[in-house]
């Protein structure tokens, strides 16, 4: 393959060129125009080149909830959001606790042949906080991470545990915090709005208490560890001390976090409902200048797709989540770079290369010998939000309607183009 005289965003700047690619691999990066040689050509011309992206937090359902979403579905919605390489999280049923579910993913995954995904293993046996699930045989299956995702290790001294464990096995914690005696049943956050729509409110410190309490195992540890979806100002300030002192700590947010204010959840509309909830604006504008100051080094979607019988219901009974993987780098794109928050080198770190390197997976950067994982965008193409447009089984957002910059136009995996928009 060749992609021909494309804008390729790498580490250092955006330079146009061309990229010749073979047996999944990039063979050369070449001036522009210049590539010769038979087979599919891509004429690029008005195309931005990525390397490929990578979400390191993806709810895919299946086994157990294929009602809402399954791993072939999953792979349909990531390649067209552009994602080469997703990671799924273990709250499935059976949870990924054990060797078996894991490989039977990794199957699965192949059987589908489009994104690459990897599991993440449960921290707990069954996510039930008691004892330390099956680590080694995990990693060995190819799990790539450990997570308690939908919620934290109560015990401090078994978490504690896991973060050694795990560094044993070349693995990291991430870690969903919040403390559930204090959200106690809030479902959005606990101020100006929550007091005027009479729902019930969920405090920061809830998600600040359990953020203070990983920093301090991985400082006293002198271990990894990383944070998900932040969504408070004190949280990214905790993270931001914590770098300064060089505790090892690493930190994601989600698009809905720098794109809306918990103003949204005034007209009761269950698509605006997640965990952690969506926040004020002083949060907002914390979550942004984080990613902009390098304080969160990714960004995730958290994708949470839910069967319409999940979400039609009234606020406090409609489950958590967003349908996200569709919809993440246009809002990234809109919010952060044509609004000069970040350069588009700068949005590559954040969803391709940080996660790679996090994680310690191949790919991340456009450079020769690298895997052939590319995402090509059209930068200059506007377009509406329209649920009813996913490919995922989750039509749940809050975005309809939205208008948006950065239109994926083909997604790459090995040298294969898995998505070509029509």
Known sequence: ????????????????????????????????????????????????????????????REPGFEKKETIETGAMSAVKGGFT???CMPNTKPVIDNKVVAVYIKMRAKEVGLCKIHPIGAITAGQEGKTLSAIGGMKAAGVVALSEDGRSVVSSGLMANAMMYASDF?????????????????????????????????????????????ICLAESLSLPVHICHVSTYSGVQLIRE?????????????????????????????????????????????VTEGLRDGTLDCIVTDHAPHHED??????AYAAFGISGLETSFAL?????????????????E????????ILGLEGGKVEEGAPADLTLVDLAEKWTVDPAEFVSKGKNTPFGGREVYGRVKYTVVDGEVKYEEK
């Open 242 to 286: 914590a770098k300064a002192r060089g505790v090892q700590v690493t930190a994601e947010t989600c698009p809905h976090y720098f794109t809306l204010t918990d103003e949204v959840i005034k007209d009761f509309d269950p698509n605006t409902k997640v965990n952690p909830p969506i926040r004020a604006e002083k949060d907002r504008a914390a």
């Open 85 to 87: 390489q997703i990671c």
């Open 170 to 214: 070349g693995l990291k914690c991430l870690c969903h915090c919040e403390d559930a005696s204090l959200v106690d049943g809030g479902v959005v956050h606990e101020g100006y709005y929550s007091t005027l729509t009479g729902l019930k409110g969920s405090l920061r410190a809830a998600e600040d208490i359990m953020i203070a309490r990983e």
């Open 1 to 60: 393959m060749i992609i021909r005289n494309a804008s390729i965003v790498f580490p250092d700047g955006v330079r146009r060129g061309d990229l010749v690619i073979r047996e999944g691999r990039i063979e050369k990066i070449l001036p522009a125009n210049t590539a010769e040689g038979e087979g599919n050509v891509i004429e690029a011309e008005k195309l931005t080149v990525f390397p490929g992206l990578i979400d390191m937090h993806v709810h895919l």
């Open 332 to 348: 990234s794109y809109t919010e952060l770079v044509k609004k000069g928050v970040l350069t588009l080198p700068e949005l590559a």
């Open 310 to 315: 999940d979400k039609n219901v009234e606020y």
């Open 350 to 357: 954040k969803m391709s290369a940080a996660p790679a390197r």
